[in-house]
Nanobody, 124 residues
Framework: QVQLVESGGGSVQPGGSLRLSCAVSGSMRNIGAMSWYRQAPGPGKERELVARIDEGITRYSDSALGRFTISRDYAEDGAKTAVNLEMRNLKPEDTALYFC?????????????WGQGTQVTVSS
């Protein structure tokens, strides 16, 4: 199995910054792409992709591009240990519950793993 635990959320004023981290444990060799998603408050709001990193290649949503940076930390043995999201120039519309996601591969091909989420609130 794969376990994901997010941290780093909080409240910040518009224009501020936050760093989210996702600690990854479990069967590292069966994890492929890692992503951050978010779900804004309110009815009908769906979970949306914010950023993804896969074998060093990054991808961002239009709203995150230029403001957010996704990165991955590796242990010395090459195992994946954390995926981070640096968020700058935060806006009120960035307020959401942010989730870490890992896509399975090999033995876990086709499976998706999720953390419990960390709240980000941007308000003056």
């Amino acid at each position: 199995q794969v376990q994901l635990v997010e941290s780093g959320g909080g409240s910040v004023q518009p224009g501020g910054s936050l760093r989210l981290s996702c600690a990854v444990s479990g069967s590292m060799r069966n994890i492929g792409a890692m992503s951050w998603y978010r779900q804004a408050p309110g009815p009908g709001k769906e979970r949306e992709l914010v950023a993804r990193i896969d074998e060093g290649i990054t991808r961002y949503s239009d709203s995150a591009l230029g403001r957010f940076t996704i990165s991955r930390d590796y242990a010395e043995d090459g195992a994946k240990t954390a995926v981070n999201l640096e968020m700058r120039n935060l806006k009120p519309e960035d307020t959401a519950l942010y989730f870490c996601n890992a896509a399975g591969k090999n033995y876990f091909r086709g499976r998706q793993f999720w953390g419990q989420g960390t709240q980000v609130t941007v308000s003056s």
